[in-house]
């Protein structure tokens, strides 16, 4: 044992195995770098400017090259002199008009290719990615905070009183999943009909809480009998105290492996919801929405904005779930 | 000895284990021992002694991924090397010559299965017998091993029978295969007094009539006085003392097996202190003056009784709970598990509460407290009932009525350190004027209870179980109670801890004049640290009566059968 007179809480130790395991800590890299994308692209540090028509329509990726028909769609767009016509009037003053504008707003040229290619209208991939990444990861982390929230609120008032308080929540619980998820999830859209990211948030947290209070409930159900829980009764610690000063501290692991779950089912069902237009409202842009746009896309072979959007969740969720495997690991207790 | 009649021998045997990638822990540290074909061997040590490895390992059950044993090691039975046998050989052999019962009855059979199929899924798989001459032999088996009325029992699941049965079912299904050694590791450490004393003579009968060898493992080494022929002390993965049992008994040589022998409370005497472990230690390592070589006698003896006419400081009146169950959808069944339990309290004196398992002592303690709601009866404290009071009004008295519980790995919050466990009372009934005064407090209890001070900043989990007691009675004093429930508080700790925490108990009712309920299933700490003792049976109180008196001269008839019950060892 060492000289320090405090030593290292629960907190500190699974932190310590968290550390010793490298694939905890290349996916915690990989999470840490896209909540910085989030973090800059709504500072309008980066992917400010993704609405502009930089490329092309459908500009490929740069390694692929470009599109042989782009490059003379690209030439067809630059401003042609027009023969003179001598039965227009105001040809003279036209002519005119159009010098004006061609030395002070001269068109640019549009790029026939861009690192991961462009849209329909020639939005850059890369940039609409990141822009996406930040509406999807911010509805996925809010909700999956405001499911949590209240599954462990509730799950705590109703596992640590029991009787009557108990089943009064098992009857609205067993009420609200007897509904199909689905269903629920478009009936409350219908209802709120506004479309907004504050909307999506609201109908996935109010429908995704009943998984964590089902966990929190047997958790407090468990604790609450236990023997540092009459203790600290016998103290005179107050129902309040023992709710949350003593007990929640010993379950807050099940809720923070229940919100990182969450947060990845979140942003897969951010982008069913976008993909069946009950997402976010148009001049939003999302994984979900990207991936409803591609849908068209495919069909003209071009691959890319479906491959971006889906490749970056794809990886996103998959160091998600490695961490938060991992940090059930080294939270729980028994495993020491 | 010679070398052809010893069924297992055991040389040099040194097992470590890993924790990590880099670093080990040593549990055995060159063991070696011999058991005769026909006998039985007590192996007896403490919590972290290593004798439970030591039988796992001749059993084989060592998880092999993170057990190191040395190649200079060997277990050799009935001339068979062990270590180094493929793994579908030793389980052949470990399955029909060497059986092994466990702590635990009720975790080791299957649930699901009645208690004739897994004794029948043995005879079949291992001696070939079919459907019909399987149920049959543990037909036989069942009566052998004391079930009564076994041909109803044969069909009855686990849950069906009680913990005393299960064990039975448990060692019927080990002697099924007629094996050459059973290993029984703490075969009754779970079970009832009298439970206990049943199983042990059922074992002692079961070595005779079949002439097996039993390795017979305990962290106690009173209950093997009557069984063992030979008895093997172990601590700290070292054997002690190996030697006959009544050399053992009677003249131990080793310092820690005298320490063992009389650090746990006797009937007879009561010395103002029990010895502890390291009186006997430092006596080893400086063996010179006289009065050193039996420090449980050098003591004068303390006086406990009550005398009429006492204040008492609580009157218990007819208290009463009554548990409701639920029964089906919508019924409920009404379960008394305490009726009609009346005493009374004197200011510094112990009331010891006794009883086994389901007998209601946990109750009587946690309703007192208004853990549980009483259904019935009163509790009269300076002339209040605590009962009747609402819980605004109760809270000043949860100051004064305090309750050590039996686990002190459960209770004490593991996200909390001991200072913020020890500071949390004080804050909450407002005592000390500032933080950095009760934190004052905290330390001195902290110093008074028996840690050091660096405890302060550490969290539970990084103390022993006996440490942990002392953190759970600094918190109580932390409040200055003038009642004090222990439930079961010494049970779970090993003798020599028991005999350090007990000490503490008692120096802190002599300096601060506590009343104690000690509440234990353990009759002689009970009859060691109280004034008066409460037996205790299925609910109701059968005899209560000054605890010098109540061992003398039982009046209830199951008072003397719990006395009788306990091992004449200790």
């Known amino acids: 044992m060492s000289a320090h007179l405090d030593s290292a809480g629960l907190w500190t130790l699974a932190w310590r195995r968290l550390r010793a395991d490298r694939i905890a800590m290349a996916a915690l890299a990989v999470v840490a770098g896209f909540l910085l994308l989030v973090l800059l692209s709504g500072a309008g540090l980066i992917a400010a400017d993704w609405e502009r028509e930089v490329a092309v329509n459908y500009a490929p990726p740069t390694f692929l090259g470009a599109d042989p028909g782009s490059r003379a769609l690209a030439q067809a767009q630059l401003p042609r002199a027009t023969p003179p016509n001598a039965f227009d009037p105001l040809a003279a003053e036209l002519a005119e008009l159009k010098a004006q504008v061609a030395a002070t707003h001269r068109p640019r040229e549009k ?151 969450l947060t990845v089912g979140f942003i897969k069902a951010e982008v069913i919801l976008s993909f069946l237009g009950f997402g976010v409202p148009v001049g939003t842009v999302s994984w979900g929405s990207m991936l409803n746009e591609a849908q068209n896309e495919l069909i003209l072979g071009k691959w890319w904005q479906m491959a971006a959007a889906a490749g970056a969740m794809a990886t996103l969720v998959t160091a998600f779930s490695l961490f938060a495997d991992a940090l059930r690991d080294a939270l729980d207790p028994k495993i020491k | 000895m010679s070398q052809h009649t010893d069924l297992l021998q055991v040389r040099n045997l040194r097992i470590a284990f890993r924790t990590g990638k880099t670093s080990t822990v040593e549990a055995l540290k060159g063991v070696s021992f011999d058991l005769p074909s026909d006998a039985t061997v007590a192996l007896v040590g403490e919590s972290g002694s290593g004798k439970s490895v030591a039988s796992l390992a001749v059993m084989g059950l060592l998880p092999a991924q993170t057990t190191l044993i040395d190649p200079a090691s060997s277990i050799r039975f009935a001339g068979r090397e062990l270590l180094g046998l493929p793994a579908n050989e030793r389980r052949a052999l470990c399955g029909k010559d060497i059986a092994m019962i466990f702590q635990e009855p009720m975790s080791s059979l299957n649930p699901v299965f009645t208690a004739g199929f897994q004794i029948g899924e043995v005879l079949r798989r291992h001696m070939g017998m079919n459907a019909r001459a399987a149920r049959l032999r543990t037909l036989e088996l069942l009566a052998e091993v004391g079930i009564p009325d076994p041909a109803t029992k044969i069909d009855a699941y686990p849950g069906q029978m009680s913990g005393g049965q299960q064990q039975r079912v448990m060692i019927a299904m080990a002697i099924a295969c007629e094996p050459k050694l059973l290993i029984a590791d703490e075969p009754t450490t779970a079970l009832d007094v009298t439970i206990q004393q049943q199983i042990m003579a059922l074992i002692a009968r079961l070595q005779q009539a079949r002439r097996m060898a039993v390795l017979f493992i305990t962290h106690d080494l009173g209950l093997v006085a009557e069984i063992a022929d030979r008895v093997i002390v172990m601590r700290h993965g070292e054997v002690r003392e190996e030697g006959a049992a009544a050399q053992v008994f009677g003249a131990p040589r080793d310092a820690y097996t005298r320490a063992l022998l009389h650090c746990r409370p006797r009937l007879d005497v009561r010395p103002l202190r029990l010895p502890v472990i390291d009186d006997y230690l430092a006596e080893s390592t400086a063996p010179a003056s006289a009065s050193a070589s039996a420090p449980e006698l050098a003591q004068p003896q303390r006086v406990r009784g009550t005398t009429p006419g006492e204040q008492p400081l609580l009157v218990v009146n007819h208290l009463a709970k009554r548990f409701w169950l639920r029964d089906g959808l919508f019924r409920k069944r009404a379960f008394d598990a305490v009726q009609d339990v009346s005493f009374t309290l004197g200011r510094g004196k112990t009331l010891g509460v006794v009883g086994e398992s389901g007998s209601g002592k946990t109750t009587v303690g946690l309703t007192l407290l208004r853990l549980h709601r009483a259904s019935g009866g009163s509790a009269l404290f300076e002339g209040r009932d605590l009962l009747a009071l609402s819980e605004r009004e109760y809270q000043p008295y949860k100051r004064r009525i305090q309750i050590i519980f039996q686990n002190p790995y459960a209770s004490l919050n593991p996200r909390f350190t001991v200072g913020q466990i020890l500071l949390e009372p004080m804050r909450i009934h407002r005592i000390g004027a500032s933080d950095a005064e009760r934190i004052g407090m905290a330390r001195q209890l902290l110093a008074r209870v028996g840690l050091p001070e660096a405890a302060y ?64 299933h353990d009759l002689s700490v009970v009859k060691y640290i109280s004034d008066q003792v409460m037996v205790m049976q299925a609910g109701r109180v059968v005899e209560l009566a000054d605890s010098d008196t109540l061992y003398r001269d039982p009046q209830h008839p199951y008072t003397r059968s719990l006395l009788a019950a306990i091992p004449k060892g200790g």
């Open chain 1, 111 to 261: 790029r026939t290719t861009l690192p991961f290619g462009a849209d329909k209208w020639g939005h850059d991939i890369v940039q609409k990615t990141i822009k996406g990444g930040q509406t999807s990861i911010v509805v996925g982390l809010v909700a999956a905070l405001l499911a949590v929230t209240l599954g462990t609120l509730f799950g705590a008032v109703s596992g640590f009183h029991g009787g009557w308080v108990d089943d009064l929540f098992n009857w609205f619980y067993s009420v609200f999943t007897a509904i199909p998820a689905i269903l629920m999830i478009l009936a409350v859209a219908a209802v709120l009909q506004q479309k907004g990211v504050a909307t999506i948030v609201l109908i996935l947290g109010l429908t995704g809480w009943t998984g964590p209070y089902r966990l929190m409930r047997a958790e407090y159900i468990k604790h609450a009998a236990r023997e540092y829980v009459m203790a600290a009764d016998a103290i005179g610690a107050s129902s309040l105290r023992r709710m949350f000063g003593h007990i929640l501290p010993n379950v807050a692991h099940v809720a923070l492996v229940q919100l990182s779950i």
């Open chain 2, 457 to 520: 900043g550490r969290y539970p989990h990084e103390f022993s179980g006996g440490q942990r007691q002392r953190i759970a009675i600094a918190r109580c004093l932390t409040l200055r109670p003038e009642i004090l429930v222990c439930d079961e508080s010494v049970s779970a700790l090993d003798v020599s801890v028991q005999a350090q925490v007990l000490n503490l108990l008692q120096d802190l009712q002599d300096e601060y004049g506590m009343s104690y309920i000690f509440i234990s």
